[in-house]
């Protein structure tokens, strides 16, 4: 058994979620526990669930920090001073790199199917595709149907899926990713 955090170490949610965040990157969803949280931490299970209710909870906090993520860069680049389809292609490359160089994660945001945290990630989900959908059409010369704005996303979709797990990082499928990048925003105009 391994031995308790000293008291004068408080146990912080801060401490719990960069724990459950690098199991969660290690090991699949339903592999990691409280408790394998709590024995890496040093305390006791029932101190993780004073600060979190249950793990579907704890990853929610989580996933919601990698949407936060990925809104970021989306603000950014809408924000940028670039013109607006070079902003667009920039949506769409950026879309792609971080799903290839966060692959556990966008697996987590986009992939995993779980009726543990569906509705709390799903919730996540909708409003980042909300997001990109307004940034997308907010770049557009024209005003965009909602389907073509979700054909898009599903063509990035698609793309990550199809490299995820075969690359390790964008870099290795960096000019493949460029070239769709320049399709979908040809297929937009």
Partial sequence: MSP?????????????VEEARKQFIEKDFHQVSMRSIAKELGCSHGAIYYHFKNKAELFYVIIEGYFAELNHFLDETVNGTDDNQTKL????????????NHQSQYEYM??????????????????????????????????????????????????VAHYRGYVV????AKEAAHLHAEFIVKALK
Avoid: C, W
């Avoid at 557009?140 to 996303?153: E, G, K, R, V």
């Avoid at 990082?169 to 290795?172: L, R």
């Fill in 4 to 16: 308790r955090k000293p008291a004068s170490q408080e146990l912080t949610q801060e401490m719990i």
């Fill in 169 to 172: 990082s964008f870099d290795e």
């Fill in 89 to 100: 292609y920039h949506v769409f490359l950026g879309f792609m790199e971080f799903g290839l």
């Fill in 110 to 159: 986009f992939m995993l199917r779980s009726n543990e945290v569906d509705g709390l990630s799903q919730e996540a989900a909708n409003l980042s595709y909300e997001k990109f959908a307004q940034s997308v059409q907010s770049l557009s010369d024209d005003q965009l149907l909602i389907s073509d704005i979700y054909s898009a996303f599903m063509a990035l979709h698609g793309f």
